[in-house]
């Protein structure tokens, strides 16, 4: 049985990736930041006893991801899934108003715990047949792609997040590892929004059968939930 490790499951595209695993077989190390209020997570996990186990992590409290790590120190993590992430309010967030505060939290999530995470949990990762590291991104986070300007803070954050995993992607490629991005698509959550065009099923299919086809060559590299290539 393959094992993923997801954050951000609570909901959402998190909560999606938990079920259609679960659903395919895999053990699921399920991780939020809240489990107890985390009542569609808990009812898959009641569905799924066997397979889907529910951690409580802040990914931005790097204790606890060590933690982690350590009570999971036997484990073998053929996948692991950075999901989590934020996406700060408008407000505070366009030219002449940034939250500063808001822009650092949104650093501390979107882009320094992918890394956290990947350090935190290399041994076990490495240890694995798949030995993947797939991260959750944003088109928003390219460079060549924006075309509007403004989102300063969530924008950053994604860029930024892009790369440390091309980084990892270079860093880790004698250990056998493959580490790519994902672009979700605008998708129907609570922080897309209910103007979304696509859903999360829609979405998550999507990237899984991108991360089931990849390749240790395809490291490195930045793809939407469709298997196109992003530009950087």
């Known amino acids: 049985m393959k094992t993923v490790l997801i ?6 595209i998190g909560l999606e990736f938990v079920r ?3 659903i395919e077989g895999w053990r699921v190390l399920a991780c939020c930041r809240c489990p107890e209020s985390a009542d569609a997570l808990n009812n898959l996990a009641k569905q799924y006893s066997d397979q889907v186990n529910v951690y409580a992590l802040d990914v931005v409290q790097h204790e606890q991801i060590e933690q982690l790590s ?6 073998t993590i053929d996948l692991l899934i950075n999901n989590a992430g934020v996406y700060p309010s408008a407000r505070g967030n366009g ?8 822009w650092a939290y949104a650093f501390e999530v979107n882009a320094m715990s992918p890394l956290k995470m990947s350090e935190a949990f290399i041994k076990q990762i490495a240890k694995s047949k798949l030995k993947t590291i797939v991260t959750i991104t944003s088109k928003m986070g390219s460079v060549a792609d924006n075309h509007r300007g403004g989102s300063y803070i969530y924008r950053s954050s994604k860029s930024a997040v892009n790369m440390v995993v091309k980084s990892l992607a270079v860093d880790l490629k004698a250990d056998g590892i493959t580490a790519v ?3 979700p698509g605008w998708v129907r959550t609570d ?3 209910p103007n979304g065009l696509i859903s999360t099923e829609h979405s998550v299919t999507g990237m899984r059968k991108v991360i089931r086809e990849l390749t240790y060559a395809d490291s490195g590299k930045f793809y939407a939930f469709d298997g196109q290539v992003v530009p950087w």
Not at 7 to 12: D, I
Not at 70 to 75: A, I, R
Not at 95 to 102: C, E, S, V
């Open 181 to 183: 991005l994902l672009h």
């Open 20 to 22: 259609q695993y679960a």
């Open 7 to 12: 954050t951000g499951v609570n909901r959402g």
């Open 70 to 75: 350590q009570s999971l120190s036997t484990e």
């Open 191 to 193: 922080m897309g929004g």
């Open 95 to 102: 030219f002449g108003k940034t939250d500063y505060d808001a």
